[in-house]
């Protein structure tokens, strides 16, 4: 079944275009690398399909649904770019407040196992302001993850985040074997670790898609 289905999609912020008829399709439980030089347009593309922008002209599709629509938003975990949890509510409360806004059971075996799997529990009770960046990153990711979402779309996941962080995140990812994944990224080390299929987007276009294993030319 198609998970994720962009047709045509034009995405202009004024007189810029950030995207130019770009048509993919994502099978429910692929796991997918969105690559490209900073600017191609990945980050527009993540958020078209989480319903934080409407296309100016074609489709998007998240299982069969608008984006919008509040379906569609229950069934996504999305990790910002730019990802700004609640500066003065503690990491716990970030994750408490929410998982109940999802609707999430069992909250607090949720929260207590992605605390220890991001090694976040030791800042539990501080609040967001006192974080560094990757603390705050890793935060965002549990954030993404509280409601077990069938659909994840991460940007630029690794980023701000320690070579041993990378690697538990890696893990913790690669785990999430039932979830369709779209990853954008910049570095194609990451985009293989992460991600079997590959779309190239370059100047707003896809220029390539197809298996990581047949991607040479792009590394
Ligand atoms: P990427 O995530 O690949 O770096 P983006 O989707 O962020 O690319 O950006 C694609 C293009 O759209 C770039 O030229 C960028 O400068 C432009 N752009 C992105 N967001 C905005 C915005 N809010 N206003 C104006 N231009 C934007
Ligand atoms: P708004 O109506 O202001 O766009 P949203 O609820 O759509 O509010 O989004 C608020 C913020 O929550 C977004 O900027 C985004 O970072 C985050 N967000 C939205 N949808 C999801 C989701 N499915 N999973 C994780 N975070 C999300």
Same mark, same amino acid.
């Given at each position: 079944?198609?998970?994720?289905?962009?047709?045509?999609?034009?995405?202009?912020?004024?007189?810029?275009?950030?995207?130019?008829?770009?048509?993919?399709?994502?099978?429910?439980?692929?796991?997918?690398?969105?690559?490209?030089?900073?600017?191609?347009?990945?980050?527009?593309?993540?958020?078209?399909?989480?319903?934080?922008?409407?296309?100016?002209?074609?489709?998007?599709?998240?299982?069969?649904?608008?984006?919008?629509?509040?379906?569609?938003?229950? #069934?996504?975990?999305?990790?910002?770019?730019?990802?700004?949890?609640?500066?003065?509510?503690?990491?716990?409360?970030?994750?408490?407040?929410?998982?109940?806004?999802?609707?999430?059971?069992?909250?607090?075996?949720?929260?207590?196992?992605?605390?220890?799997?991001?090694?976040?529990?030791?800042?539990?009770?501080?609040?967001?302001?006192?974080?560094?960046?990757?603390?705050?990153?890793?935060?965002?990711?549990?954030?993404?993850?509280?409601?077990?979402?069938?659909?994840?779309?991460?940007?630029?996941?690794?980023?701000?985040?320690?070579?041993?962080?990378?690697?538990?995140?890696?893990?913790?990812?690669?785990?999430?074997?039932?979830?369709?994944?779209?990853?954008?990224?910049?570095?194609?080390? #990451?985009?293989?670790?992460?991600?079997?299929?590959?779309?190239?987007?370059?100047?707003?276009?896809?220029?390539?898609?197809?298996?990581?294993?047949?991607?040479?030319?792009?590394?």
């Amino acid at each position: 079944m198609n998970c994720i289905e962009l047709r045509n999609v034009v995405k202009k912020y004024g007189k810029v275009t950030a995207l130019n008829n770009v048509s993919f399709t994502i099978e429910c439980g692929e796991k997918v690398a969105l690559l490209g030089p900073n600017g191609a347009g990945k980050s527009t593309t993540l958020k078209l399909i989480v319903g934080l922008l409407r296309p100016d002209n074609g489709e998007v599709l998240v299982k069969g649904l608008d984006p919008f629509s509040t379906k569609a938003r229950g #069934i996504i975990g999305y990790l910002p770019e730019d990802a700004s949890p609640y500066l003065m509510l503690t990491v716990r409360e970030n994750l408490e407040y929410i998982a109940s806004l999802r609707g999430v059971n069992n909250v607090k075996d949720k929260v207590d196992k992605l605390l220890d799997f991001l090694a976040l529990r030791q800042y539990e009770k501080n609040r967001v302001m006192s974080l560094s960046r990757g603390n705050r990153q890793k935060l965002a990711l549990a954030l993404a993850l509280i409601h077990d979402p069938e659909i994840l779309l991460l940007d630029e996941p690794l980023n701000y985040l320690d070579i041993p962080t990378q690697e538990r995140v890696i893990s913790l990812l690669n785990s999430m074997t039932n979830a369709t994944m779209l990853v954008s990224t910049h570095i194609m080390s #990451i985009a293989r670790r992460l991600a079997s299929k590959v779309i190239v987007l370059s100047n707003g276009q896809v220029v390539w898609q197809g298996n990581i294993s047949d991607l040479k030319k792009f590394g």
